[in-house]
């Protein structure tokens, strides 16, 4: 069964500090997509970054960048130089590729800038 | 293109009354979900639908009916509100192809009140 655990729920750090979101999952399946999601005090859903199982590389966008290692089920997110817009809470999920494109989420970390 | 729209943003309903959540995609994708998120829960799937014409179950269906008809439209029903239903729901949709392969796409929100 799929599984997504973001054992921080919430995490506060002072502005141009980095840090790392955790992600861990579980599943069966040689083929899945792990994804990051971004939810802002405005409410919406944003996404962030789709990593198939196939690519282990490493993934740079700006100040944010994923570490998906394989060998201990982890997909960790970390932004570098926090500003306060990235006050948020952030989802990480699992798809199976064989289960109707259905995705598991964990159930977030709140993160807080703090000026 | 407007994307996911969900209508409406907001309701308040009184225990036991009935109402249908209409999410809406332009963008011709195959896959539609309902979820719910509740405080320090992360978002549940409810149901989903992988076509035109098919649903079914997710992790939470219990309370809730939906009806795919239209390709582009996903309706979530609720025949006798609870106040264990108060909640936001998000809609998303997705598709296996291109460069958006099994991303899923949210809608805003409906906030959902049962008292």
């Known amino acids: 069964a799929q599984k997504v655990t973001q054992a921080q729920t919430e995490i506060s750090v002072v502005e141009k500090e980095d840090v790392t979101l955790d992600c861990v999952y579980e599943?069966?399946?040689?083929?899945?997509?792990l994804f990051w999601y971004k939810q802002p005090p405005s409410g919406e859903l944003v996404f962030l970054i789709r990593?198939?199982?196939?690519?282990?590389q490493n993934e740079i966008s700006g100040r944010y960048s994923w570490n998906f290692q394989k060998s201990t089920s982890s997909f960790n997110f970390t932004i570098t130089a926090s500003q306060v817009v990235d006050s948020a809470v952030y989802f990480c999920?699992?798809?199976?590729?064989?289960?109707?494109?259905?995705?598991?989420f964990g159930k977030g970390t709140r993160l807080h800038i703090l000026p | 293109n407007a994307g996911v729209t969900q209508t409406p943003k907001f309701r308040v309903l009184k225990t036991g009354q009935s109402m249908t959540l209409l999410c809406a995609q332009d963008?011709?994708?195959?896959?539609m979900y309902w979820y719910r998120q509740d405080p320090g829960m992360g978002l549940r799937l409810i149901h989903y639908?992988?076509?035109?014409?098919?649903?079914a179950k997710g992790e939470v269906p219990d309370g809730y009916n939906v009806s795919r008809l239209k390709k582009q439209n996903f309706l979530l029903g609720l025949e006798s509100a609870a106040p264990s239903q108060t909640s936001v729901y998000f809609c998303?949709?997705?598709?296996?192809?291109?460069?958006?392969?099994?991303?899923?796409?949210f809608g805003p929100g409906t906030r959902l009140t049962v008292l």
């Open positions: 999920a699992l798809s199976e590729d064989g289960g109707d494109d259905k995705i598991i």
């Open positions: 963008m011709n994708h195959e896959y």
């Open positions: 599943t069966r399946d040689t083929t899945y997509y």
């Open positions: 998303a949709s997705s598709d296996r192809s291109g460069i958006s392969y099994n991303e899923q796409f």
């Open positions: 639908s992988v076509g035109e014409g098919t649903t």
């Open positions: 990593r198939n199982s196939f690519d282990e």
